[in-house]
């Protein structure tokens, strides 16, 4: 059985995944720079979700360097996330 140690850090290690994929998914979508990430014109001429842009997008970082350039800060998944780790860390 998990120890409620073990059981609270997972816990907080997934609000902290909730909380950053929501943010970033917003900030993406409304962002002057990005726009249209998640929510777009299909072929048909109609709005419709891309979920898996999204996905591409936030796994970027794992594929391409450039994400971890302090330029790029504001489109890597993994900084939203270290961020809400940190502050769910200092809130609890």
């Known amino acids: 059985m998990l120890s409620n140690k073990i059981i609270n850090i ?3 290690l997934f609000l902290a995944i909730i909380i950053s ?3 970033f998914a917003i900030y993406v979508e409304i962002s002057p720079h990005m726009k ?3 929510y777009r014109t299909n072929s048909s ?3 419709s979700f ?3 842009n999204l996905f591409i ?3 970027g970082p794992l ?3 450039f994400y971890w350039h302090p330029r790029y800060y504001d489109i890597n998944y993994f900084i939203y996330l270290f961020i809400t ?3 769910i860390e200092i809130i609890k």
Do not use: H, P, V
Request: glycine share 4%; net charge negative.
């Open 21 to 23: 994929t929501i943010i």
């Open 50 to 52: 891309q979920l898996e």
């Open 57 to 59: 997008l936030m796994s």
């Open 63 to 65: 594929n391409y360097d």
């Open 45 to 47: 001429g109609e709005k």
């Open 36 to 38: 249209n990430i998640w």
């Open 85 to 87: 780790f940190i502050i």
């Open 10 to 12: 997972l816990f907080y």
